[in-house]
Every structure is written in structure tokens, then in C-alpha cells.
């Protein structure tokens, strides 16, 4: 049977009614303010509703954005944002078809040929080709947790200082250290004013924000008192060296008043485990964060550097964007540049786009899927060869939800 549902473009009144629809289904309040914000970064072009007949039920669109990548830096992608159905309208085929209509333009354009996500629930994206790509840590530590006598944290003091005085140093300190580590996005203007957006929505009961500075390195945090004591709620540490990450963190460690420090979404390899005594006082917790779609993987390959030379023959599948099919033989050179090109020749690898994703930015072994039974071999050895091209140190690093 035809669905009834058709998807086409959003206008800006119509991008104005889906931020509405997103509240509903993120169980969000009114807030004008984000709305605005919202409006000034994203093209209602760039933006796809789901229709019931005249009736809005859903959308979501494409916020291009600019992440670095191994060896090559800023490179544009396909950041897809504020995916939402209206509840009493879902498991009707909207988000597939919001999906398939976002993808195929995207295809069918000749535009960014890498899209990305963060993924509201585990069990939604990968039906679409996105693979988990980066993880991200949850670190909690005691207030007043010793270093090891070796940890150096220079001589440089951190301040604690005002909006107006932390802007600039903060803005220029990210853009040094964001075209550096991979994984993490460029910001312009309009990005820096929605990142900090500072009213109650925002806030959800805790205090504004505050801003740690050093010469090397910046902490983003709030005061929380919601529970038992104060703590501090950490959404961004960026440092350019070690010894002003130890300054950072030292300085959040030593603060009054306070029983813990909470930071969500910092780097998986985050050091700050061997900067301490205890190693056991930083209880920390892995999660999925950034979700990698190869939307032409001819294209979107050679947009990274690999630790090459490798040549081999790779059969992948992939339903939803069936141009990606087939067998591909992948040529990596000493300098680690990378040429895919259609071959007849017989496949040393069978794997899904979504697995090729997944392992992109290197966070994710290709001989962890193997092992899942989501890489087949047909040569021995071949899995752990291409895993290995694929890997980056440091480990990829996506803080910013978007």
C-alpha cells in the first residue's frame, strides 16, 4: 500500500513548527531564545519535513559543520541534526523515509560524502548505515584527589574569570587545539553563541557558567547544587599541553566548598587517571558519542591520511545507499593517501558501510568487528592489516553534541 507520507523541504516558517515538534518529542519546554539561535544557524533548504497530507509530523536536516581528520584537519561534513516525529505519528515509516531523502539528496548532490550524528537511542541509526565511530568517557573524581609527586603543573596560575574576559581566550584556544585532534568540529559566531547559551533551559537548576583560563588550557563548568553537597559539572576541558591539562585539572580538584567533580564527554584516552596517586579515585564510564555515515565511500575515504601502504579488495553491502555495493579495491600509498576505485577482482574483505563508518576515524578496531562477526575474511590476516591503517593516536575525540 502507497504510504501517505511525503517528505520535501522545510521553508522558514515550517523549520520554526519542527523546532516545536523536536521539544514535544525531547520532552523540551518553550525556549525563544534557543529557537533564535537555531534559526540563525541552519538553512531551512538544508532541512526535510515529513508531511501527513498538509500536516507536519516530523523532520530533520543537515547543519554542515567542518571535523577534523586523521592527517588531512578540517574537513566539511554532514552534520544531521534535530531527527524528530511527533508522537501518535511514529512507526508509520517517517524516519526512514526522512533518512532515505536526507541521504539520497546528499548522494544525488554531489555533496558532503561523510555524514555524522549523535544518536538519541542505540538501536535507531545503524538501520540507516550510521556506525558508532567515537566513544566518549564519564569521569567522576573526589574533590582534593592527590597527583603523583612526577605530575608537573608549570607555573602558570588558572583564573576563574568573566564571560566578557574569557571569550576571546577560550574562542582562540579551541580553534588551535580543534584543527589538531580529530573528531573535534570547528566553530564559527553563530556556533559560539549557541554552544553558550546560559538560560534556565540550559542551566536545568544549576549555576551559570564559569570559566577556568591558564596559558595553555580552559575548563567550561557550572556549580551544582542539586544533591547533597556542591559539585561541578564540567562540559569542556581543552588543553594545549600537559602540563596545562594537570593546571586544570588541578585547579577544579583543589576547589572549595565542592565534594566531587562530574565531567561528561571527555576524550576516552583522558589522562587524568595517570596523573593520579590513586588511580581507583576516577571512576569513569564509556558511551557511544559521534555515529559516522559513509554517504559515497569512494569519495569520502580519501578525505583521511592512513599508516599505509596497503592494497586490498573489499566487498561491501549496503540497502539503504546501494551506490556504495559492490567490490572496491582500496590503495593506500607510503604517504598514506587513499584511492578507491570498482574492481572485478575477488574481495579479501566482506563488510557492511556501516562497519567501514564505524572504524573511519579510528576510534573503532576493524578487528573488533571481526571479532563480532561483522567483518568477514577471506584472506588471513586481512582484517587486522586494514584495522590497522585505519588507527590514530590520539584516540578520535567528540565533545560537542550538535
Known amino acids: ?12 516558517e515550517t523549520l520554526s513548527d519542527h523546532l516545536d515538534i523536536c521539544r514535544t518529542a525531547f520532552y523540551a519546554e518553550a525556549d525563544e531564545p534557543t529557537r533564535a539561535a537555531q534559526l540563525r544557524l541552519w538553512e531551512p533548504a538544508r532541512f526535510r519535513g515529513v508531511f501527513d497530507g498538509d500536516e507536519l509530523i516530523g523532520g530533520g536536516g543537515v547543519w ?46 554531489g555533496a558532503d560524502p561523510l555524514a555524522a550524528l549523535w544518536a538519541s537511542e542505540g538501536g535507531i541509526y545503524g538501520r540507516f548505515g550510521y556506525g558508532i565511530a567515537v566513544e566518549a568517557s564519564r569521569v567522576e573524581i573526589a574533590k582534593g584527589a592527590r597527583f603523583l609527586p612526577t605530575v608537573d603543573t608549570g607555573t602558570d596560575r588558572v583564573r576563574e574569570v568573566s564571560r566578557t574576559v574569557a571569550e576571546p581566550l577560550i574562542r582562540e584556544l579551541h580553534a588551535k587545539v580543534a584543527e589538531q585532534r580529530t ?29 577556568a583560563v591558564h596559558p ?16 561541578l559539572d564540567v562540559q569542556e576541558i581543552v588543553t594545549a599541553t600537559p602540563a596545562g591539562h594537570a593546571a586544570i585539572w588541578r585547579h577544579l580538584l ?71 555495493a559492490g567490490r572496491w579495491r582500496l590503495v593506500i600509498d607510503t604517504g598514506g593517501r587513499a584511492e578507491l576505485t570498482r574492481t572485478e577482482d575477488t574481495p579479501e574483505l566482506t ?26 575474511e577471506h584472506r588471513p590476516a586481512a582484517a587486522a592489516a586494514l584495522s590497522r591503517a585505519f588507527l590514530v593516536d590520539p584516540a578520535p575525540h567528540t565533545m560537542e553534541i550538535f
Open 1 to 12: 500500500m502507497t504510504s501517505p507520507l511525503t517528505v520535501r523541504p522545510l521553508t522558514a
Open 64 to 109: 554542515p559543520r567542518r571535523i577534523t581528520l586523521p592527517g588531512t584537519g578540517p574537513q566539511p561534513f554532514a552534520g544531521v541534526t534535530m531527527v524528530a516525529v511527533a508522537p501518535g505519528h511514529r512507526r508509520r515509516g517517517a524516519l526512514t523515509g526522512l533518512m532515505r531523502s536526507l541521504l539520497h539528496d546528499l548522494h544525488a548532490e
Open 183 to 211: 573528531g573535534w568540529l570547528e566553530r564559527d559566531e553563530d556556533t559560539w553563541h549557541y554552544r553558550l547559551l546560559d538560560g534556565p533551559p540550559q542551566r536545568g537548576g544549576k549555576q551559570a557558567w564559569r570559566f
Open 216 to 231: 595553555e588550557g580552559y575548563a567550561l563548568f557550572r556549580v551544582n547544587a542539586a544533591h547533597d553537597g556542591l559539585s
Open 254 to 324: 583543589d576547589s572549595d566548598l565542592v565534594s566531587s567533580i562530574n565531567y561528561w564527554g571527555c576524550a576516552p584516552d583522558e589522562p587524568l587517571r595517570h596523573l593520579l596517586a590513586d588511580p581507583r579515585a576516577a571512576k569513569t564510564e564509556r558511551e557511544d558519542s559521534l555515529w559516522v555515515r559513509l554517504v559515497e565511500v569512494d569519495r569520502a575515504l580519501p578525505m583521511r591520511t592512513y599508516t599505509g601502504p596497503l592494497d586490498t579488495v573489499l566487498e561491501l553491502t549496503d540497502e539503504f545507499c546501494p551506490w556504495n
Open 351 to 376: 563488510l557492511s558501510s556501516t562497519a567501514l563508518g564505524s572504524a573511519f576515524l579510528g576510534g573503532v578496531r576493524l578487528s573488533t568487528l571481526a571479532a563480532a562477526g561483522r567483518v568477514h
